[in-house]
């Protein structure tokens, strides 16, 4: 047989079946020294010494073939015990384990800051009202005028003398009236001017009524009202007995003779 005849035999048989045989024959060839390998060292390493294992030790690139001690084995875990949905829910949700507890530091107190108590305001005084004033007679006539420092006649006593009060000309028995709220304080008969009343007000004013009959309509201590009748107008008393029956009034202010028309002066 002619040399080309050879090599095509050889091509066809690679070609046919041939090529799957060869491959067989290789991978049994790999097999067998694979498991020599691996099992070769069975033998002798029952005969080493101990000092052997002990000093020796595989490099870092060599794999041992020393096996494995039975009693450093890992355990076995039965997977048909592990809950796969259990496994998994601690996996994806690792929000719900137990998170390590770290004391939260003690916050320090912010001071407040000191306040002052403000000064209570005092109230402002109430105003008081003004009195209403009242004319104790018809005033359409006035006799004497008030002059503390003018010297004056006088009809009675045929001399010049200071007027303290005002002489406001009356009928007998005319209603003498408060000239404003007040409370009264005395009621006596004076040696030249008769029967008085003196009444206290408010403002530090006093008012006194002389010239009256002696039954008085209020008695002391008892509070008058403007304009409430508290006697009637009499005879005039030894200093002005010469001049016409009228009523003589005097107001006082702060201790102070007052002109009694001021309070009546529209």
């Known amino acids: 047989m002619s040399k080309n005849g050879k090599t095509e035999k050889v091509v066809d048989f690679f070609a046919g079946k041939g090529f799957y045989v060869v491959l067989a024959v290789c991978v049994a060839a790999i097999g067998v020294s694979g498991y020599v390998l691996l099992f070769s060292g069975d033998g002798t390493e029952a005969t080493e010494p101990d000092s052997y294992l002990e000093d020796w030790s595989p490099s870092p690139t060599e794999p041992s073939t020393e096996p ?3 009693d450093d084995e890992a355990p076995v875990v039965d997977l048909e015990e592990i809950d796969p949905e ?3 829910q601690s996996v994806l949700n690792p929000a719900e384990a137990t998170p390590p507890v770290i004391a939260s530091p003690t916050p320090i107190p912010t001071p407040l800051p000191s306040v002052k108590p403000s000064a209570t305001p005092k109230p402002s005084p109430t105003p008081k009202p003004k009195p209403a004033f009242h004319s104790p007679v018809d005033m359409t006539e006035v006799l004497t005028v008030f002059k503390p420092n003018d010297l004056q006649y006088n009809n009675t006593m045929l001399d010049y003398r200071f007027h303290n009060g005002m002489d406001v000309a009356a009928k007998l028995g005319d209603d003498v009236a408060a000239m404003t709220d007040g409370v009264v304080k005395d009621i006596f008969t004076h040696d030249q001017l008769g029967k008085t009343i003196t009444i206290e ?12 009959e002696d039954v008085t309509n209020v008695i002391i ?16 008393g030894d200093l002005e007995k010469s001049d016409p029956t009228h009523l003589h009034f005097e107001v006082t202010e702060n201790g102070v003779q007052v002109d009694p028309a001021k309070f009546f002066s529209k």
């Open 221 to 236: 201590d008892q509070v008058v009202t403007a304009g409430q009748v508290i006697g009637k107008v009499g005879k005039p």
């Open 201 to 212: 007000h408010s403002n530090g004013i006093i008012s006194s009524y002389s010239n009256l």
């Open 68 to 70: 494995a001690n039975n």
């Open 86 to 88: 259990e496994d998994t």
